[in-house]
C-alpha cells in the first residue's frame, strides 16, 4: 500500500532533492533541462507531490508571463505513482494559482494532449484564437 500524496507549493529547501527529481526525465526528453537558477525561478510558482517522510513523486511549476498569460511546465510524476490522479492534482494547483492571480489564460506545450485535455485544456479559446508556434533554429537558411 502506497503513502497518501499530497500536494504543497515548492520551497527553496526542496531545489536539490528536485534536481535530483527530475533527472530520469530530463535523460528520457520528457522535459527540458533546468540549471539550479532555473528551477530557483521554477520553484517561486511550483509545486510539489510529496509521499511519506517528504519523497518528492511529482512536480509542476506555473510559469507567468504577464497578467494575461501564464504556461504549465515541467509536469512530471514519478513512474510508479503515474495514472493515480497526482499529475492531475499539481495542474489543479496550477490552475488555482493563475486564478488566484487573475491571470486570464493558461497554456501548455505538451506531447500528451489526451491528459491535459481531460484536465479541461483544449486547441482553442473561445474565438477560435490558435497558438502557433515557430523554432527560429530550424528555419535558418544555409
Not at 57 to 78: D, N, P, Q, T
Not at 111 to 130: A, I, V, Y
Request: glycine share 6%; aromatic share 8%; proline share 4%.
Amino acid at each position: 500500500m502506497t503513502n497518501p500524496v499530497h500536494i504543497r507549493s515548492t520551497k527553496h529547501d526542496d531545489i536539490s532533492k528536485l534536481a535530483e527529481f527530475i533527472v530520469p526525465f530530463v535523460e528520457q526528453e520528457k522535459i527540458l533541462p533546468r540549471t539550479s537558477d532555473e528551477l530557483d525561478e521554477l520553484v517561486e510558482t511550483g509545486f510539489v507531490a510529496i509521499e511519506g517522510n517528504d519523497k518528492i513523486v511529482g512536480f509542476a511549476s506555473l510559469e507567468i508571463y504577464s497578467r494575461k498569460m501564464a504556461e504549465i511546465r515541467s509536469l512530471v510524476v514519478a513512474e510508479d505513482r503515474q495514472g493515480t490522479g497526482i499529475g492531475k492534482k499539481l495542474v489543479t494547483a496550477c490552475v488555482e494559482r493563475a486564478h488566484q492571480r487573475n491571470i486570464l489564460e493558461v497554456m501548455v506545450i505538451t506531447s500528451s494532449d489526451d491528459f491535459f485535455q481531460s484536465c479541461g485544456f483544449d486547441f482553442t479559446l473561445p474565438g477560435e484564437k490558435k497558438a502557433l508556434f515557430i523554432q527560429p533554429h530550424l528555419n535558418e537558411k544555409s
